[in-house]
């Protein structure tokens, strides 16, 4: 078996503060290297942010700011949402950070000009700040692009271009043969489908504008004028924070990535650009590409306009990280768009973690505190459940969620059928051997709980060590 597991996610743009869809994009990640940590590996897990860009200079002057300390400042956020999350990620990556990220996106573009993909052309066409893209006449809506709703600019530039086309048919076997794993099939189906069209090569520079900021952009290696393009400066990320291009011991240990969780608005530029680059730099690709979909509130798009936002530190404050990390991780698909609302999580809430599980600890362990002299043999080390270890492997977090619900489920039900407060009564000693093996099944959901809550975990697993009731899990709210 694999010793190590490497997991990264997307940096995020810091122009604006993140939300629901951010937070769950990095509970699913800490989830699933919380199980790999768990079951014995040598995880290291990525977090960033993507800072070399257009829309971030334009937010920050919008808000009157240099573009370093506005970036800095939404970093800062980023942070504390996280820690606010519980995320335990070992790496924090700004590709502003020239000593950290720049050698090794250079290093990498060295390597695809050495391999004969990058050229230069000239290129006319409509760019939208919004997209940081070029779009098509057929992308607009009324001479607007529809997602940003600004008319795109007039550029004619000369640029690098990263021959992409060459890659199409020997990325298609390696997705086809699982060697490059897409996960759910639907995107991989998605993909394929995509792919088979035939691949364009992408423009993988800009001309340094006027007034853009000093330290913003990556220079080309060999020409000043030029910055790199998205595709070389934000996707090496995932390479340079482990040092490749400069100090690259955790590079040799942890590549190639054994996940890479993205949403679905990304899967393209993950599962096409990328790994082109990867091959034409003659790297490892990574094992899986994990793509989730999005969230929606009552059906529809979270928007300002509809008034139907739900903001990750309003429901943390209100509920508690793991009742949030709860919610996301059992009653939102992996793989397709999920739904939250007020209403819904309030209700979720109460009846599975108020009413079900913090009810259960509350039950189970006064009974041992009151009938049991010390605390009990704890299954610390056992495996995990194979079918529990299944679920992680297919990503179905949701699914292995349940399975622990089914759990508690089942010892609530034990507790009214065999009713341990009555027999430690009538028969002391069997009473007490009964209200052993609920304490080491209690034990056990806290183990399997870990990965989706491991505050809650932690506190379970201290009650039973110390053999005490634990204050109230999960308040009424
Ligand atoms: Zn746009």
Same mark, same amino acid.
């Given at each position: 078996?694999?010793?190590? /597991? ?34 014995? =590996?040598?995880?290291? +897990?990525?977090?960033? %942010? ?15 700011? $240099? ?5 800095? !400042? ?17 790496? +924090? ?20 000009? @050495? ?18 893209? /070029?779009?098509?006449? =057929? ?7 529809? !997602? ?48 088979? !069209? ?5 423009? /993988? ?17 060999? !020409?000043? %004028? ?22 690259? @011991?955790?590079?040799?240990? +942890? ?119 010390? %605390?009990?043999? *704890?299954? $610390? ?13 297919? +990503? ?17 039900? *034990? ?36 990965? /989706?809550?491991?505050?809650? %975990? ?20």
């Amino acid at each position: 078996m694999e010793k190590t /597991f490497y997991l990264t996610t997307p940096i995020f743009y810091p122009n604006a503060k993140l939300h629901l869809g951010h937070a769950y994009t990095m509970t699913l990640a800490d989830a699933l290297i919380r199980y790999q940590r768990g079951a014995g =590996k040598k995880t290291y +897990f990525l977090a960033g %942010s993507d800072e070399n860009t257009q829309k971030m200079v334009d937010a920050a002057a919008k808000a009157g700011t $240099e573009p370093m300390a506005f970036l800095d !400042d939404i970093v800062k956020n980023f942070m504390k949402l996280y820690a606010s999350l519980d995320i335990s990620y070992d790496q +924090f990556i700004r590709t502003t950070d020239t000593k950290v990220h720049w050698p090794g996106a250079q290093a990498l573009w060295k390597r695809l000009d @050495a391999a004969g993909d990058v050229y230069t052309k000239k290129y006319e066409g409509l760019y939208c700040v919004g997209h940081e893209a /070029f779009v098509t006449e =057929k992308d607009l809506v009324g001479g607007k692009c529809p !997602d940003h709703g600004t008319e795109p600019e007039h550029l004619r530039e000369e640029n690098y271009f990263f021959r992409l086309s060459r890659y199409a048919d020997v990325l298609k076997g390696k997705i086809e043969s699982d060697e490059l794993r897409l996960v759910p099939q639907s995107r991989k189906n998605e993909i394929l489908s995509f792919i088979g !069209d035939g691949l364009k090569d992408v423009s /993988f520079s800009r001309p340094r504008r006027r007034g853009w900021p000093e330290g913003l952009g990556i220079p080309v290696p060999g !020409d000043d %004028s030029q910055i790199m393009y998205v595709w070389c400066d934000a996707l090496a990320n995932y390479i340079t924070a482990l040092g490749f291009g400069r100090d690259d @011991a955790l590079y040799r240990e +942890f590549w190639p990535a054994d996940v890479h969780v993205i949403g679905k608005d990304i899967l393209r530029f993950h599962a096409a650009i990328w790994p082109a680059m990867l091959l034409s730099a003659g790297l490892p690709l990574p094992k899986t590409i994990f793509v989730h979909g999005f969230i929606t509130s009552g059906g529809k798009k979270m928007s300002k306009t509809l008034g139907n936002i739900i903001d990750p530190e309003e429901l943390i404050e209100t509920y508690g990280t793991d009742a949030v990390r709860y919610f996301l991780l059992r009653h939102i698909s992996p793989f397709e768009d999920g739904d939250i609302t007020r209403e819904g999580f309030k209700d979720a809430y109460t009846a599975n973690l108020t009413n079900g599980l913090g009810n259960l600890v509350a039950r189970v362990m006064k009974l041992a505190e009151t009938h049991l002299g010390e %605390s009990v043999a *704890r299954p $610390e080390a056992a495996p995990f459940p194979r079918e529990y270890s299944d679920m992680f492997d297919m +990503f179905e977090l949701n699914r292995a969620i349940d399975f622990v619900w089914g759990r508690i489920q089942a010892l609530d039900e *034990r507790i009214t059928r065999e009713e341990p407060f009555r027999l430690v009564k009538k028969d002391p000693e069997r009473g007490r051997a009964l209200i052993g093996e609920l304490v080491t099944e209690l034990y056990w959901i806290a183990r399997l709980l870990n990965p /989706f809550m491991p505050e809650t %975990s932690e506190i379970i697993k201290r009650a039973v060590r110390e053999n005490k009731k634990p204050e109230n899990l999960f308040p009424r709210v």
